[in-house]
């Protein structure tokens, strides 16, 4: 199913609290991405990273923390700083090369923080 | 930081007709413009794409153009079909220091009236 796994589905939490979602990719993928999509407002980034051991803020890292130890899994963590987190996440990656850039998206995790 | 305008929002086309939507881009340094396509409660998935080096480009009923001067692209479907209901991002890409960071349009949703 696309080789990029995100887990869970969907996850509930109180306000207040931190809340960690899972990004696994088995595609050998050298960057990974994490975006955040709200209606009518499309794919903003949170997060990105091209190699182990770093990554780079992107258009809304304010209120989420991100880890690269393995190059197959890049997890978001969402914490309580972050002003409005009930939102869709989407999770990519992709292939770093001079000719192939398609981004793979994950299936998503829908969070709501109540 | 680089910033993609994407219209119409929505967009309703009669099964058979042609659909364009638009996009700018505000740095003239994006040099790769992907678009995607995300069914309702799917993953969004890449249909075509064009470097700047290019004008346009086809694959069957669906075509890009892309006008460098005047910062837009644009994504053409022809002989829309009901599956062709979805929504649609477009997406500018600029590589600072090696990392590719994508900067996404908005959305689009088309619906395609039997």
């Known amino acids: 199913d696309g080789g990029i796994t995100q887990s869970p589905k969907y996850l509930f939490r109180k306000e207040g609290q931190n809340v960690t979602l899972s990004c696994e990719q088995n595609?050998?993928?050298?960057?990974m991405y994490w975006y955040r999509q709200d209606p009518g407002q499309g794919l903003r980034l949170i997060y990105y990273s091209q190699i182990v051991n770093d990554f780079q803020k992107g258009d809304i890292a304010e209120g989420y923390s991100v880890s690269r130890e393995k190059k197959e899994s890049f997890p978001l963590t969402v914490t309580s700083a972050q002003k409005n987190p009930t939102a869709f996440y989407l999770c990519?990656?992709?292939?770093?090369?001079?000719?192939?850039?398609?981004?793979?998206f994950g299936p998503g995790t829908r969070l709501t923080v109540t | 930081g680089e910033n993609v305008e994407q219209h119409p929002s929505t967009l309703s086309v009669q099964e058979g007709d042609s659909a364009v939507i638009k996009c700018t881009y505000s740095d003239s340094a994006s040099n790769y413009f992907p678009w995607y396509k995300q069914e309702l409660g799917k993953r969004p998935q890449l249909i075509i794409d064009?470097?700047?080096?290019?004008g346009e480009k086809k694959d069957q009923r669906i075509a890009v153009t892309l006008n460098k001067t005047a910062k837009h692209f644009s994504l053409h479907i022809t002989e829309t079909q009901p599956e062709d209901s979805a929504v649609y991002f477009c997406a500018a890409s600029i590589a600072p220091g090696g990392y590719q960071k994508v900067t996404f349009g908005t959305g689009t949703k088309l619906q395609v009236i039997p």
């Open positions: 595609l050998n993928h050298d960057a």
């Open positions: 064009i470097r700047s080096n290019v």
């Open positions: 990519a990656s992709r292939a770093i090369s001079d000719t192939y850039e398609e981004q793979y």
